[in-house]
């Protein structure tokens, strides 16, 4: 049976561990996302934690029910950096594409971290948050709820896919990443015309795009369509 969690304000330490540091869900979700950055997505465990802050792994169950819900935690932290500074400007197409470039900042920011939390859902209050402004923003514009919804849900959807595929380039080893970025140089630019006519003419366009994400075009693409979809709702 999983133990119960203690309020916050009755199980911080009232004094720091032998390494100086005072506990709180905060700092332990900030020192995850460090040794995440140090060791990757498989080296994150309460050993680990308890080490890097220097007190009884067992402690870190005061504060998370266990290293699924610290997970959770670790996501919605994440969610935060993205909020952080953001306010609505009031309108919906320039509102949606800031908050959907800084999701994807904020998770590729954090590529180990992103790749262990984008697929999650963690009903923690950033998220919460963020899901409340996206669904705001559309049903202020004018979107009827169906496709509110619709929308909410690709926007969403499309933005941690992104993000979980571009963390996973960055979370390789740098050998790797620029192997990858060097085959559109030295495999696809030198396909011939007359096997690979398309591939060739676009060789050096595909060169220069590919290394980089795609997902800015894709969220204009789905703010294009989703644009249309209200033009249509008010015509």
Not at 45 to 69: H, I, K, Q, V
Not at 156 to 178: E, G, K, N
Not at 188 to 196: K, Q
Not at 205 to 222: D, F, G, I, K, N
Request: hydrophobic share 45%; net charge positive; proline share 6%.
């Amino acid at each position: 049976m999983a133990k119960p969690v203690v309020p916050e304000e009755k199980r911080r330490r009232r004094r720091p561990t032998k390494g100086g540091v005072v506990l709180s869900e905060r700092t332990i979700v900030e020192t995850a996302l460090r040794l995440l950055r140090e060791h990757g997505s498989t080296g994150l465990s309460a050993r680990r934690l308890g080490l890097a802050l220097d007190c009884d792994p067992s402690t870190l169950y005061r504060y998370f029910r266990g290293m699924d819900e610290l997970t959770l935690a670790i996501g919605d932290a994440l969610i935060g950096e993205a909020l952080r500074g953001w306010r609505p400007a009031g309108k919906w197409r320039p509102d949606l594409h800031a908050i959907g470039l800084r999701i994807h900042a904020a998770y590729v920011a954090h590529p180990q971290a992103a790749q262990l939390t984008a697929s999650r859902v963690t009903g923690r209050a950033n998220e919460l948050a963020v899901d409340e402004a996206v669904l705001e923003v559309l049903r202020t514009a004018g979107f009827p709820l169906p496709e509110t919804v619709r929308i909410y849900h690709a926007f969403i959807d499309q933005t941690l896919a992104f993000a979980a595929l571009d963390a996973a380039s960055l979370a390789l080893p740098r050998a790797a990443q620029r192997a990858d970025d060097a085959m559109w140089r030295s495999t696809y630019a030198r396909l011939p015309a007359e096997t690979h006519p398309r591939i060739a003419e676009a060789a050096p366009l595909l060169a220069s795009r590919m290394v980089t994400s795609a997902y800015p075009t894709a969220l204009e693409m789905l703010l294009d369509s989703a644009e249309q979809t209200l033009a249509r709702v008010r015509a």
